[in-house]
């Protein structure tokens, strides 16, 4: 598993603490390597997230927001993290999705899935924004919004939403705000 962040733009010292736990650790690398050559990406990519809080924080999805509409209706909303399309954008074989979970389940749906498709672009288009003052015009990608209701919810009960980011149907992140 070979990561390209020489075309990163998410800060300088972002990245610092994968570049020590992974590219300077022969050991951790070639361990991450051959965990990535037999299971694929998404173990690997959690096992680098354990030792680096930064890139963790980065895969986690950004903007949560929940709100209580009504006493029986929930709204949640969220952006994918900027690290899916800086860093693993430009893999083939790597696919994302997201899972809006709510708990305790209420009578109807407690469970929302959301597909990140850069290929086709039909499912959730990404938005290119071109900025006129720069003299290249570079391409910015803007985070897509994603959202859900869930209804039928008990007036008097509390509830935790909990949003997983899933690389190649495999959890590496996810977070959890109670409401």
Do not use: W
Not at 11 to 40: C, F, I, M, R, T
Not at 113 to 142: C, W, Y
């Amino acid at each position: 598993m070979v990561i390209d962040t020489s075309h990163i733009s998410i800060g300088e010292d972002s990245l610092d603490d994968l570049d020590k736990v992974y590219y300077k650790n022969k050991n951790l690398k070639l361990l991450v390597d051959l965990l990535a050559e037999s299971s694929g990406i998404a173990p690997a990519v959690r096992i680098l997230s354990l030792f680096d809080k930064k890139f963790r924080k980065r895969l986690i999805v950004e903007s949560l927001r929940v709100q209580r509409k009504s006493a029986d209706k929930l709204v949640v909303n969220f952006t994918e993290p900027e690290t899916i399309a800086d860093v693993f954008g430009d893999i083939e074989d790597v696919n994302f999705a997201f899972v809006a979970e709510l708990s305790p389940p209420p009578t109807e749906n407690s469970v929302a899935t959301f597909r990140h498709d850069r290929k086709s672009g039909l499912i959730n288009p990404r938005q290119i924004k071109v900025r006129a003052n720069d003299k290249m015009l570079d391409d910015e990608v803007e985070s897509v919004l994603y959202r859900v209701e869930f209804a039928d919810l008990t007036a008097d009960r509390d509830y935790r939403v909990k949003i997983s980011t899933l690389l190649n149907g495999k959890t590496i992140a996810s977070k959890t705000v109670k409401c």
